[in-house]
């Protein structure tokens, strides 16, 4: 990722554990959404999520802040 942006912020982690909830439910809502749509039905199962990503930037952005979170809420524990 020669081109890549980087974002650097504190939160207490009440507040990170209520934004990856958010971002969980947004996630998981999308992905219910796209996954039985017309454009990914011959898709095969196991190559799915991963074109779902590819076409879908945005997901793409929230499943590398999800694990950011997570992994951020692990070390301050």
Do not use: C, F
Not at 7 to 19: H, I, R, Y
Not at 42 to 50: E, T
């Amino acid at each position: 990722m020669g081109n890549a942006v980087i974002v650097t912020t504190q939160m207490p982690s009440a507040q990170a554990e209520a934004l990856l909830a958010a971002i969980r439910a947004q996630y998981q809502v999308s992905l219910s959404e796209h996954w039985y749509a017309d454009e990914y039905r011959y898709v095969p199962q196991i190559a799915r999520h991963k074109s779902i990503l590819d076409r879908t930037p945005v997901m793409a952005a929230q499943k590398s802040l999800m694990a950011a979170l997570s992994l951020s809420l692990k070390a301050a524990k």
